[in-house]
């Protein structure tokens, strides 16, 4: 069974500085790795999509990297800013099975 | 824009009472799902529609219900909501049989609040 974790749990960080969120999963055998991001009370928006035969994908000041046989995921944010602040999940896609989530990590970027 | 949407944005249930949950989408994607979060969780994958097909996950309630009278409409009742199903629930689609090319998109969620 696929699980996926997410650590930090939890992290507050000065405006401006260059911070990388992690995410690992147990089986590698994955069709692809997806990147939300939630606001308090909000749905998830995406922000990165990562093909298993890709090795990295950018998005502005975002960028995601996956390590498929060590079962692991980035998402490095330059120059971090307040309007950052949220809580950031990670998803892995095996086949047509739906999504499997970890719980996130949530981020504050104090000015 | 082609989006997914979900109405209404909050909903204020009493308890026992039934409630529906609606979710449509404008991308034509043939996979429906819906998900229930609740605070500080990961979203949890209550059921989904692959085309016509229904999928329920083996530890969904019984208590919770959904309908999909076409491609662009899903709908989650819940026939008697008890305060435990308070939560944020999530419509997402998908295309599925593409071999992992596209994403999930998601709606902006129903708040769901019963008292």
């Known amino acids: 069974k696929q699980e996926v974790t997410q650590i930090p749990a939890a992290l507050s960080v000065p405006e401006g500085e260059n911070l990388v969120l992690n995410c690992s999963f147990t089986?590698?055998?994955?069709?692809?790795l997806q990147w939300f991001r939630q606001d308090p009370g909000k749905g998830l928006t995406s922000l990165l999509l990562i093909q298993s035969s890709q090795r990295e994908q950018t998005s502005g000041r975002l960028n995601a990297s996956l390590d498929k046989s060590s079962g692991r995921s980035t998402l490095y944010i330059a120059a971090s800013q307040p309007g950052d602040s949220a809580t950031y999940l990670c998803a892995v896609r095996m086949g047509n099975t739906p999504l499997v989530f970890g719980k996130g990590t949530r981020l504050s970027v104090i000015a | 824009d082609a989006m997914v949407i979900q109405n209404p944005r909050y909903q204020v249930t009493q308890f026992g009472k039934p409630v529906t949950l609606s979710c449509s989408q404008t991308?034509?994607?043939?996979?429906m799902y819906w998900y229930q979060q609740k605070s500080s969780q990961a979203p949890k994958l209550l059921f989904h529609y692959y085309d016509k097909d229904f999928n329920n996950e083996a530890d969904t309630p019984d208590n919770f219900q959904s309908r999909r009278p076409n491609t662009s409409f899903c709908f989650l009742d819940i026939r008697s909501p008890g305060l435990g199903d308070t939560a944020m629930y999530l419509c997402?689609?998908?295309?599925?049989?593409?071999?992992?090319?596209?994403?999930?998109?998601f709606g902006s969620g129903t708040r769901l609040t019963v008292v």
């Open positions: 991308l034509n994607h043939n996979v």
């Open positions: 089986d590698s055998a994955i069709y692809n």
């Open positions: 997402a689609t998908s295309r599925g049989g593409t071999g992992g090319i596209y994403g999930y998109t």
